[in-house]
């Protein structure tokens, strides 16, 4: 219900596969490591235990620049 893109009748709709996959990509990162659920008062990723508080876009952004920086140094 969340996301746009499996449909086609959006703007949103992904016309390349590659795209799409990046897309699923970030938002399984938000949903599962920024997004605080209502019934845990937490992020599942805080719920699992890997993190201890949640992130927000702009470290999901950093994460993105920093791992293109390293594809382009190799």
Do not use: W
Request: charged content about 20%; proline content about 3%.
């Amino acid at each position: 219900m969340h996301i746009r893109r499996f449909t086609r009748l959006t703007n949103a709709f992904s016309k390349k596969f590659e795209n799409h996959c990046h897309s699923l990509a970030l938002y399984f990162v938000y949903y599962n490591f920024c997004k605080i659920h209502k019934s845990l008062s937490v992020t599942l990723a805080m719920q699992a235990g890997p993190t201890k508080k949640p992130m927000t876009i702009e470290d999901i952004a950093n994460l993105i620049v920093s791992k293109h920086l390293k594809k382009e140094a190799i």
